[in-house]
């Protein structure tokens, strides 16, 4: 389990802070890759700019996007990776804090493979990533394609 990486899209260092000690409180101990904006997110998952040349050896296991980024949203981001040969199959969650039920609707239309609201309240955070991690990090297999 611990060979595949998680992918955090996240803008908020607070967002990012809490979701990656949700993710070490639940004992998952793979490697998280930060991208702070859609572009960084984009160039790191497409091995462009920055990352050309990344080692693609490596397990993209699920890529968890906010959706309100900077730069490029969180729907372009994941329109554009739908679009991908390379990353067209690649597991992507939407955790997001929005309410807003257009966003769910466009996520789903886009591709997303779930949509998740953050909770507010940090245990139930705790155990919403604690089921994402067994989820997409044991349960969950993806084609060759994909990774």
Known sequence: MQDKI??????????????LRALKKNNIANEVVVARDGV???DLLLGRGAYAGRDNGRVISVVLLDLKLPKVDGLEVLKTLRQNAKTKLLPVVILTSSKEEQ??????????????RKPVDFAQFIEAVRQLGLYWLVMNEIPSQGK
Do not use: F, R
């Open 6 to 19: 998680i992918v955090l899209v996240e803008d908020n260092p607070k967002d990012e802070a809490l979701t």
């Open 103 to 116: 966003d769910m609707i466009q996520s789903y239309s886009l591709g997303a493979n779930s949509y998740i």
């Open 40 to 42: 960084e997110a984009l």
